[in-house]
T-cell receptor, first 111, second 111 residues
Framework: GGIITQTPKFLIGQEGQKLTLKCQQNFNHDTMYWYRQDSGKGLRLIYY???????QKGDLSEGYDASREKKSSFSLTVTSAQKNEMAVFLCASSWDNTEVFFGKGTRLTVV | QQNVQQSPESLIVPEGARTSLNCTFS?????YFWWYRQHSGKAPKALMSIFSNGEKEEGRFTIHLNKASLHFSLHIRDSQPSDSALYLC???????????FGSGTQLTVMP
């Protein structure tokens, strides 16, 4: 079986700061995703990528950038952290429309 | 653009009850439907999927899909306290890698 590793697990940033979240997968999946989850709520798609160097915007892309420089890695940048923002960012991967596997998440707090 | 709505937002049932969770989707071209389960503090994990109209049963869990009415549901027979979790439905269209999630139903099964 494979694994998705997200770093860091916890991220504390300051208002206006640029913050980068990283994700690595060893499933050899083509497609990777970044979702945002607010406390106890559903998942909102920020960015996804169907292959190396591809980027597709989800509904929540404003305020974020992403980068897929290698098939196995997908990073997300919060371009300007918003004060009191608190959410979990989940990275995921899959082959086409098969099962999506998730990482354990990065919990972001902005002070 | 796919829009997925879930109901109810939260549900408390006694142990042994039959539980029904509902999902409606907006895109009639959707072809791939999933239920995911997320225990508190954990990553979402795929529970069951269905790709054509009808019903699918796995143990205590049954899913129904009716594309004509844009309705997708999950039924849990003999609910257990270990079933307590956030349940997320998700759909994707053929040829699209966007897996769109609903806002979730928080299920609590009381012993």
């Amino acid at each position: 079986g494979g694994i998705i590793t997200q770093t860091p697990k916890f991220l504390i940033g300051q208002e206006g700061q640029k913050l980068t979240l990283k994700c690595q997968q060893n499933f050899n999946h083509d497609t990777m995703y970044w979702y945002r989850q607010d406390s106890g709520k559903g998942l909102r798609l920020i960015y996804y990528s169907i292959t190396e160097n591809d980027l597709q915007k989800g509904d929540l892309s404003e305020g974020y950038d992403a980068s897929r420089e290698k098939k196995s890695s997908f990073s997300l940048t919060v371009t300007s952290a918003q004060k009191n923002e608190m959410a979990v960012f989940l990275c995921a991967s899959s082959w086409d429309n098969t099962e999506v596997f998730f990482g354990k998440g990065t919990r972001l707090t902005v002070v | 653009q796919q829009n997925v709505q879930q109901s109810p937002e939260s549900l408390i049932v006694p142990e042994g009850a039959r539980t029904s969770l509902n999902c409606t989707f907006s895109d009639s071209a959707s072809q791939y439907f999933w239920w995911y389960r997320q225990h508190s503090g954990k990553a979402p994990k795929a529970l069951m999927s269905i790709f054509s109209n009808g019903e699918k049963e796995e143990g205590r869990f049954t899913i129904h899909l009716n594309k004509a009415s844009l309705h997708f549901s999950l039924h849990i027979r003999d609910s257990q306290p270990s079933d307590s979790a956030l349940y997320l439905c998700a759909g994707a269209s053929s040829g699209s890698w966007q897996l769109i999630f609903g806002s979730g139903t928080q299920l609590t099964v009381m012993p």
